[in-house]
T-cell receptor, first 112, second 119 residues
Framework: DAKTTQPPSMDCAEGRAANLPCNHSTISGNEYVYWYRQIHSQGPQYIIHGLKNNETNEMASLIITEDRKSSTLILPHATLRDTAVYYCIVRFSTSGTYKYIFGTGTRLKVLA | NAGVTQTPKFRVLKTGQSMTLLCAQDMNHEYMYWYRQDPGMGLRLIHYSVGEGTTAKGEVPDGYNVSRLKKQNFLLGLESAAPSQTSVYFC??????????????????FGSGTQLSVL
């Protein structure tokens, strides 16, 4: 089962880009990388996912290295409301079923 | 469309008591999951289900049982609660039905959580 490693915490100035790294060196070819965030004690919220190409949506961009062993979530213009715990997850398949295993995440604090 | 609904939102139990947490989703999702989150920790997968009538163990299944008798509901049971089971429990669902074919929307939808305290 592929696992992920993230820094425990990061700070970012409001209005600046927040770059959150994730290491998933044991990822296999058919495993997707997902990013979620959890604000306070709410249920986690989906942000973005990708397989091997870079992805962008209205919330963020996902940059995956060519060897797929690491990725970076980019929040282009961080706001105070982006303060949250961000989870990088590798979705893996066991006998055709899919499981999502969360790590401890990165606690991002956006500073005014 | 309510999404994923968890009941109850809060519960206090005494050691040895039993209870059932209910998760209901109205998105016709095939897959459903139960996670627990301890203070300052990430989410850990307890059990999951890939369809009506099926369940499977996750990372931390001991002390819990689950059932998926109806596609829209996923129940998590504690037969004999222990203080170590004090946690916030999250339910999630994903995937559309196979009848409509696999779609690209594979993200997890989470409920708002159940705060459980076992004294």
């Amino acid at each position: 089962d592929a696992k992920t490693t993230q820094p425990p915490s990061m700070d970012c100035a409001e209005g600046r880009a927040a770059n959150l790294p994730c290491n998933h060196s044991t990822i296999s070819g058919n495993e997707y990388v997902y990013w979620y965030r959890q604000i306070h004690s709410q249920g986690p919220q989906y942000i973005i996912h990708g397989l091997k190409n870079n992805e962008t949506n209205e919330m963020a961009s996902l940059i995956i290295t060519e060897d797929r062993k690491s990725s970076t979530l980019i929040l282009p213009h961080a706001t105070l409301r982006d303060t949250a715990v961000y989870y990088c997850i590798v979705r893996f398949s066991t006998s055709g079923t899919y499981k999502y295993i969360f790590g401890t995440g990165t606690r991002l604090k956006v500073l005014a | 469309n309510a999404g994923v609904t968890q009941t109850p939102k809060f519960r206090v139990l005494k050691t040895g008591q039993s209870m059932t947490l209910l998760c209901a989703q109205d998105m016709n999702h095939e897959y459903m999951y139960w996670y627990r989150q301890d203070p300052g920790m990430g989410l850990r997968l307890i059990h999951y289900s890939v369809g009506e009538g099926t369940t499977a163990k996750g990372e931390v299944p001991d002390g819990y049982n689950v059932s998926r008798l109806k596609k829209q509901n996923f129940l998590l049971g504690l037969e004999s609660a222990a203080p170590s089971q004090t946690s916030v429990y999250f339910c999630a669902s994903s995937f559309p039905t196979r009848d409509r074919g696999w779609q690209a929307n594979e993200k997890l939808f989470f409920g708002s959580g159940t705060q459980l305290s076992v004294l």
